[in-house]
């Protein structure tokens, strides 16, 4: 198995061939990940997912590498604590603003029971009315308008077939059948790990405990194929502090910038 941090920060780059698109370009060296997406210009689809140097010198190095890749169009990056001086300020010299604090968080699936009641009924996406649930639900979350929901459709519905058991969506179900809640879920390559990619919870249902059983009917889920580890990197105002309650530990923590 590869080491904690590693799972916890390989969720962005840690994916099947058949689940990369063809618009995706990358840079894969020591100390430096990033990802462009030609046909998205937004920061959300082009980041800087490991950041790490050695020196001054070696930042201004993979600075410049990361500006050619990107050329023109904004980016974000994710940088582990604790920061060096010489990067802090050769940020704010480069334009970027520190946006956010996120947490890698981890769990030993060994620690997690098979059955755990949950607050509301989960079901994994697979057919149509399924993933017409998640458009639905992801919309409200988000401020979907109607007019991007059959675009959504479309591609939830390619998402899912091309997973295949891989990774997917999850949705949660009210008692009387609406859905009030989703999740994203992968598996990692080598199968050891399951990296939890998100969840969202419309804000009438909220505090109620779904976003709770969203989380553990995936970590069951993964239990049961056998995975060993859970993953996640958590905002830390948002999610993290749900995610330790349920028994989630801290191991790292990371500085999210995104460029002016």
């Not at 063809?22 to 689809?45: C, M, P, Q, R, W």
């Not at 639905?136 to 899912?160: A, C, H, M, T």
């Not at 939890?196 to 009917?217: D, E, M, Q, W």
Request: hydrophobic residues 35%; aromatic residues 14%; proline residues 3%.
């Amino acid at each position: 198995m590869k080491d904690l941090l590693t799972y916890i920060e390989s969720h962005h780059w840690d994916y099947q061939n058949k689940l990369v698109p063809k618009t995706v370009e990358t840079i894969h060296n020591d100390g430096l990940i990033a990802i462009k997406n030609t046909s998205i210009k937004n920061v959300f689809a082009n980041k800087v997912v490991l950041f790490n140097t050695e020196s001054e010198e070696d930042y201004k190095q993979k600075w410049a590498r990361v500006e050619e890749f990107f050329g023109n169009r904004p980016f974000s990056l994710w940088v582990r604590e604790p920061l060096p001086l010489y990067i802090q300020q050769g940020l704010l010299r480069n334009n970027c603003l520190l946006e956010d604090f996120y947490e890698g968080v981890f769990i030993n699936l060994e620690n997690v029971p098979f059955s755990e009641d949950n607050e509301c009924s989960v079901a994994i996406v697979e057919n149509d009315t399924q993933i017409q649930d998640l458009v639905n639900v992801s919309s409200i979350i988000w401020g979907y308008s109607e007019q991007e929901k059959p675009n959504l459709f479309r591609q939830r519905k390619d998402f899912v077939n091309v997973f295949n058991g891989d990774g997917g969506f999850v949705v949660a179900y009210s008692e009387e059948g609406k859905p009030v809640g989703y999740g994203n879920y992968r598996y990692s390559t080598d199968g050891h790990a399951l990296y939890l990619n998100g969840s969202g919870v419309l804000p009438t249902y909220r505090n109620k405990g779904i976003y709770k059983s969203l989380v553990r009917f995936r970590l069951h889920m993964a239990k049961e194929k056998g995975c060993k580890l859970a993953t996640c990197q958590a905002r830390g105002n948002y999610s993290a502090p749900i995610l330790k309650k349920l028994s989630f530990q801290q191991a790292s923590q990371y500085q999210y910038w995104v460029t002016k």
